[in-house]
């Protein structure tokens, strides 16, 4: 942390006075012996009264200097000058100021500034505005270091105000400074928004003016913020750029203070290496910041700087799992950080070192040590903290084989994290997507915790927060349950152990910040009183911390557990109201259609099924997540490759999947599944799982959602199709992105597939090649559905960047969708999609990323292929499905689903034959030869899913 005082100091301030204030030499001028008799004579009397206080300010006789001040300032005011009421008016005010009595500073400057600014004195003017900028910053300051961050943040912004006021007077300030303060405290607030914005203003601020110091400070914190944004790459960006700054001399810095600049820059990179899971070069950069701590550690005082060595050094060896050695580190670190007041860093090194505890069994010391950090997290308002340390008391608890304990402090825990992705809504989507990876753990951990107690629609409750959370970047704007957008709902015995929990923080809270007070005065300056009090608030610091001790275990709290467990059983209490409108939409959709929502953990595969008639059920798979992901990547393989037998593979993922379902199915008369995918369920189609008989498609009709919350399952769609169809269907376009080389050629059947959709649905615009450009996207609207046959990537580990290719060589990409508004249209169709993926699949949010854009443009729903589609097979499942919609009566999971089983049986007389429409005959003339006979495995029929409201 920088913080940079102005640059005017009192030297300056008196010499400005010299020059601009008509006073009298001093001599031996009695005082008040005999009355002034003219005006000329009281304004001598008062520029003497006036100089002699300049002199006694400027030896520090503040009493003496004001009481001269105010003499003078009766008679100006009483002779009507106007000049010298505002010249006194500002020394009054730098008296307060050297007091730092900043209230009544702050008003002599600003009353001596609306007189300057009358008189039209430019150079009193910004004297005072530069003396009441001071007292902002100096206030800010001060605020800032006894982390009460809001108010500092007001101050600080009353600081930029005063700036813009100088600039207007033509005199530049040094804006970037404040902007990096005003950044450092939105972060410290959780604010990541706001500071990220405001990081990036400084830097481009006042270039001509700024020392490389600032510059420095500016990237390190950035840095740091980057980093809880979990953009280690972008970190380290900023920290490099940080270590060449510092190691540049600097005007404003002695070699210690260079080298002070180097340290910190040295273990920001090892804790970004750290982050990366690159433990031995973590270490190694730690090492190399100590070692440069030695060579200036008589010069200057670097308690500072080597706690937060020692901090990093003892993260690394927890991580290679020899805790001794880690809590060696940390407790030095926190032996040198405790004396500073620096409350966030004692809140990082105490979690640290209760970690280190865990690690080494001592639960006693390590559940001491995380409630201390929660008790400053909260103190100082860090929101970030509180879910850090809340979640480090969630793992205690389980561990201590408390469960019901451990969740209530897991959802605070999830709750507070909500609060932190609100704040960040205006972020890049990538920015979004990677404060999740580093959060998203403890969310399928919460769920895990909740399904193991089988409490199941709870975990369903947070795995849709995680599904939420894992593509908010698609989603935003997208309209979601009021019930998501709060986080985790609390049971009631839960909202009173957090309740009673809370008001013995609180106390806690609030004798810590009266301690930190007198705490920040020098030991040299405290009263007896502020000792005698010390003592006495640390004595009782201990006292709360056992309170809350005996609270975690006393007889109301096994109580209110006992409550927990039974109310659970039967999933009622207040959650009741959820169940109802989950089963109340289910049966509303007619479809005879449930809810599979599966979790894929380490050690097994979770599912969870929801019925219009029946409590959720919880289905435990035994299958660890290496064997079931493998099995995911095997079935992958056989259905990109039609020479391959699926079936196979396909019985395999069944049965785990969905064979535990069976009955329930049976039972629910079930025809539609509405399936929330998980990890890297995400790269493969449920409609293509077989049960040895045959595929799930012709069983069931599958509709693809992200989360209950975010689909809207009970609008219908328009009853009469008009559709923009375009395609890409001749030339060549190559181009990079990132890394990567793409080449894309024409299609020559989508051309066909176009000319075929117009025959089958008469209102149909088609746009081909160069018509097929940017402002097609301004007719979508218009339209009911629109058709894209061309080529889309999904761009894997980068989905942001994934795009569509429009026929004139434009191309759109995630952030572009983003902009669209189709609430008109009912249905985006993408024809001919690849995925681009490589040899290794992610997490599969990249394979949704279309769908969820498109429905994020209030588009009611889209279909996408799950891999590189055939160019005449796809035309013919496309002829196929328009067909089937053209019946008002089937929806279009059913229309997919129809022409799914029209390609594996090879019978299309039933579509759109009640019309006329000669479909069969067509999709024989289109078919080429060489796939005619094999329509009927996967590759061809299975990689479109429909994502979204499928009605």
Not at 408 to 417: D, L, M
Not at 860 to 869: E, G, N, Q
Request: glycine share 6%.
């Amino acid at each position: 942390m920088h913080l940079r005082l102005g640059n005017l100091n009192l030297a300056t301030a008196t010499l400005l006075l010299s020059l601009t204030s008509p006073l009298l030499p001093l001599g031996n001028i009695e005082l008040f012996t005999a009355p002034a008799q003219t005006t000329q004579d009281r304004k001598a009397v008062a520029d003497q009264l006036l100089q002699e206080g300049e002199r006694l300010n400027v030896n520090d006789n503040h009493e003496e200097a004001l009481a001269k001040f105010e003499q003078a300032l009766l008679i100006y005011q009483e002779i009507g000058d106007k000049a010298g009421v505002g010249v006194t008016l500002h020394n009054i005010g730098y008296v307060y100021y050297s007091k730092q009595e900043y209230p009544q500073s702050l008003a002599y400057f600003q009353q001596a500034l609306s007189i300057q600014q009358e008189l039209g004195n430019v150079v009193w003017e910004e004297i005072n505005l530069k003396m009441i900028r001071r007292i902002y910053d100096d206030q800010g300051t001060q605020l800032f270091e006894r982390s009460q961050y809001r108010e500092a943040l007001e101050k600080f912004q009353q600081v930029l105000v005063i700036q813009k006021q100088l600039r207007e007077l033509g005199k530049p300030e040094l804006e970037a400074v404040t902007l990096n303060k005003i950044a450092l405290t939105y972060t410290y607030l959780g604010e990541y928004e706001l500071a990220l914005e405001s990081y990036q203003k400084a830097l481009v601020a006042d270039d001509e003016l700024r020392f490389l110091e600032d510059e420095w400070v500016i990237l390190i914190n950035m840095g740091e913020l980057y980093q809880k944004l979990g953009q280690y790459e972008l970190a380290l960006k900023s920290y490099q750029e940080a270590l060449e700054l510092a190691k540049t001399p600097q005007a404003d810095l002695d070699s210690s203070g260079n080298i002070g600049l180097e340290v910190r820059s040295l273990n920001a990179i090892g804790a970004i290496h750290y982050r990366l899971g690159q433990y031995e070069l973590a270490l190694d950069f730690h090492e190399k910041a100590l070692a440069l701590l030695k060579t200036i550690e008589k010069k200057t005082d670097t308690k500072a700087l080597g706690a937060s060595t020692l901090n990093g050094m003892g993260l690394v060896y927890l991580k290679i799992e020899k805790p001794e050695s880690a809590l060696e580190f940390l407790q030095q670190a926190f032996a040198l950080i405790k004396p500073l007041g620096n409350k966030p860093s004692e809140w990082a090194i105490l979690n640290n070192i209760g970690k280190a505890y865990y690690e080494l069994g001592n639960y006693e010391s390590a559940w001491d040590l995380y409630q201390q950090a929660l008790v400053i997290a909260q103190e100082i308002g860090n929101q970030e903290g509180v879910g850090h340390a809340l979640k480090n008391i969630g793992y205690l608890l389980e561990k201590q084989n408390q469960p019901e304990l451990a969740i209530v402090f897991f959802k605070q825990s999830v709750n507070a994290r909500e609060a932190l992705r609100n704040n960040i809504k205006g972020l890049p989507s990538e920015f979004q997507q990677s404060y999740t990876e580093t959060i998203a753990e403890d969310y399928r951990h919460l769920a895990d915790l909740l399904l193991q107690q089988n409490r199941i629609l709870e975990a369903q409750r947070v795995l849709d927060l995680l599904k939420v959370q894992e593509l908010e970047d698609y989603l935003r704007d997208v309209r979601g349950s009021d019930n998501t957008a709060q986080g985790v709902a609390e049971r009631p015995p839960e909202r009173q152990i957090r309740e009673g929990s809370e008001a013995i923080m609180n106390q806690a809270i609030a004798l810590g910040k009266e301690l930190a007070q007198i705490e920040s005065i020098p030991i040299s300056d405290r009263t007896q009183t502020q000792k005698q009090r010390i003592l006495e608030l640390r004595k009782i610091e201990q006292e709360i911390t056992q309170q809350f001790n005996e609270f975690i275990v006393s007889p109301q709290v096994k109580e209110w557990v006992t409550q927990l467990k039974q109310s659970t059983r039967g999933q009622t209490v207040d959650l009741d109201a959820y169940a109802t409108t989950l089963q109340d939409n289910l049966k509303k959709l007619q479809q005879d259609a449930v809810i599979l929502y599966p979790l894929i953990l380490p050690e097994r595969l979770e599912l969870v099924l929801i019925t219009p008639d029946t409590p959720p059920l919880r289905y435990t798979v035994p299958v660890k997540r290496e064997e079931f992901n493998q099995a995911i990547v095997e079935f992958r393989s056989a259905l990109t490759a039609p020479i391959h037998d699926a079936k196979v593979p396909a019985r395999k993922l069944y049965d785990w999947l969905i064979k535990p379902l069976e009955n329930d199915l049976v039972q629910a008369k079930t025809k539609t599944i509405i399936y929330a995918p998980d990890g890297q369920l995400r790269y493969i189609p449920l409609a293509a799982l077989h049960d040895g008989n045959q595929w799930l498609v012709q069983r069931f009709r599958i509709n693809n959602i992200t989360a209950v919350s975010l689909t809207e399952l009970n609008t219908k769609p328009p009853s009469q199709l008009q559709v923009l169809a375009a395609a890409f269907t001749q030339g060549n376009y190559s181009f990079n992105v990132g890394n990567e080389r793409f080449n894309f050629s024409g299609l020559p059947y989508a051309g066909r597939e176009v000319e075929s959709l117009g025959q089958t649905v008469p209102n149909t615009t088609k746009l081909l090649d160069q018509q097929f450009n940017r402002d097609t996207v301004l007719q979508m609207n218009d339209y009911s559905i629109v058709h894209l046959a061309t080529h889309a990537a999904f761009v894997a580990g980068q989905p942001e960047e994934s795009f569509i290719l429009f026929g004139n060589g434009d191309r759109v990409t995630l952030r572009d969708v983003k902009k669209w508004r189709l609430p008109n249209v009912d249905l985006v169709v993408l024809s001919a999609c690849e995925t681009g993926l490589g040899d290794k699949l992610g997490d599969g949010k990249e394979i949704l990323g279309f769908g969820y854009q498109m429905q994020q443009t209030s588009a009611r729903a889209a279909i996408a292929s799950l891999w590189k589609v055939s160019d005449g097979g796809t035309q013919a499942l496309m002829d196929a499905f328009y067909a089937a919609l053209q019946n008002d009566k089937m929806t279009k999971a059913e229309a997919l689903r129809q022409s799914q089983i029209a390609l594996i049986t090879g019978d299309y007389q039933a579509l759109g034959e009640q019309r006329g429409l000669g479909v069969a005959q067509r999709i024989k003339n289109n078919l080429p030869s060489q796939v005619s006979d094999r329509l009927s495995h996967p590759y061809y029929w299975a990689p479109f899913i429909l994502i979204g409201n499928g009605l």
